[in-house]
């Protein structure tokens, strides 16, 4: 399969010099490139700029339109700052549909203050609390990680299989991690499993002993630790490792990167997670195409390729780059019925739409969309051994 060049859009877009008088079609792409995630989104980012460049070489979309990203921090915790940024995106930058947000609560933020009042379509590769399901959209949101409701199930199921009924629980004092909180521990508990503590824990604080203290007081078999990697959450463990409150950790998506592995290596083997993933047909082919350019196993990165694809097919379907067209066709395009369309198909899904054929978008992470707009939900099981984070079992 052909591996494509990981050239930026924009000087693609800049060099075509397109005969026809096309402009280039701007995506906005806004990730917490700083905060508490940064080691997630590097390659969320090149993810989903290589599905732009994909479709740009193909030179097939709206009879040659190039499609060009314009980057933004999202700070992930900053929803002022985050908003501000998605404002400059539609206002200044002119995209015409966003990939993203990452975190729950700016994702919320930007949905309700800018994506609404501007009719811009958004698809965020990993915002999960389930509280974006019911969220006033207008049909103009989407995602391509499934809801913490169905991250929940999976963390009891993990558990309880491993024979885990009772653990303690912490996590970081915003939507995402209060709605992942909650999932779970309704799940855990319905499933007959104890919950000892559930508690908030601030992000950028120097010492967490304190919160380690009352938690290891509670006691445990298990902490799960439903923070962020770059923040509180790796304070968490290290305070949980030093004091010898616990030493064996269960981590949702927020946790696992290769970060969690620099951070702590051997001293958390046995530990377990859960991050969303798949091992479709589509996974390997994302992996050969991408090649070293970038990690493509790092969570929410093959979200992120679908996320930008879904954007681009749909406004194919459309025949339009409005988001009040375009927006309509999502479901459509991600669905059954269809020709299935795997990473590296894109041309072949634009020239299929083009004709007036139908596709069926499986992606890089088994696109399923249900219900409002989000994914059906597929996880990778993990755990840390030899302080490596491996994979334990697809569910």
């Known amino acids: ?62 009879d040659g339109v190039a499609v060009e990203p314009v980057r933004a921090d ?11 940024a998605a404002e400059r995106l539609i206002t200044s930058d002119g995209v015409v549909g966003i990939v993203g947000a990452d975190c729950s609560g700016v994702t919320g933020a930007i949905l309700a203050n800018v994506a609404l009042a501007n009719g811009v379509v958004m698809v965020s590769p990993s915002a999960t609390s389930p509280g974006l399901s019911t969220a006033e959209d207008n049909g103009l949101f989407f995602r391509t990680a499934p809801s913490d409701a169905r991250q929940g199930v999976v963390m009891t199921e993990i558990l309880l299989e ?36 559930s508690a908030a824990h601030e992000d950028g604080k120097a010492d967490y002993s304190a919160e380690v203290g ?18 509180g959450g790796s304070g968490i463990v290290r305070a949980a490792l030093d004091s010898g409150a616990f030493d064996t950790f269960h981590f949702p998506d927020g946790m696992i990167s290769a ?95 083009a004709d007036g054929g139908d596709i069926d978008y499986v992606g890089a992470s088994a696109v399923d969309l249900i219900g409002p707009g989000e994914s059906a939900g597929n996880y990778r099981e993990i755990v840390v051994d030899g302080g490596e984070i491996t994979t334990a079992n697809y569910r």
Not at 74 to 84: E, L, N, P, R
Not at 179 to 197: K, M, N, R
Not at 311 to 332: F, N, R, V
């Open 74 to 84: 999202s700070t992930c915790i900053d929803a002022g700052a985050a908003t501000a």
């Open 259 to 353: 970060q969690l592995q620099e951070n702590f290596g051997d001293e958390i083997d046995g530990s377990t997670g859960q991050h969303p993933g798949t091992d479709s047909p589509g996974v390997a082919a994302f992996s050969e195409i991408v090649g070293d350019a970038f990690d493509s196993t790092s969570p929410f990165t093959p979200e992120s390729y679908d996320a930008a694809a879904l954007i681009m097919l749909a406004m194919q379907a459309a025949g339009s780059t409005d988001p009040a067209e375009y927006k309509e066709h999502i479901m459509d395009v991600a669905n059954a019925p269809g020709e299935e369309i795997f990473p590296g198909e894109l041309a072949k899904a634009l020239q299929i739409l």
């Open 162 to 197: 491993q024979g885990i009924d009772n653990v303690a629980l912490t996590y970081t004092n915003n939507d995402y991690g209060k709605g992942l909180a909650d999932s779970f521990q309704a799940a855990f508990e319905e499933a007959g499993g104890t919950v000892t503590i």
């Open 1 to 62: 399969m052909k591996k494509f060049l990981m050239a930026s859009v924009a000087t693609l877009a800049a060099s075509a010099a397109f005969a026809d008088g096309h402009s280039p079609v701007k995506l906005g792409l806004i990730l917490g490139f700083t905060g508490p995630i940064e080691s997630l989104t590097p390659s969320m980012a090149d993810g989903a700029e290589l599905a732009m460049t994909e479709v740009t070489e193909s030179g097939l979309l709206l």
């Open 214 to 231: 009352a938690l290891s007081a509670a006691g445990g078999d298990r902490l799960v630790v439903a923070g962020y990697v770059d923040q």
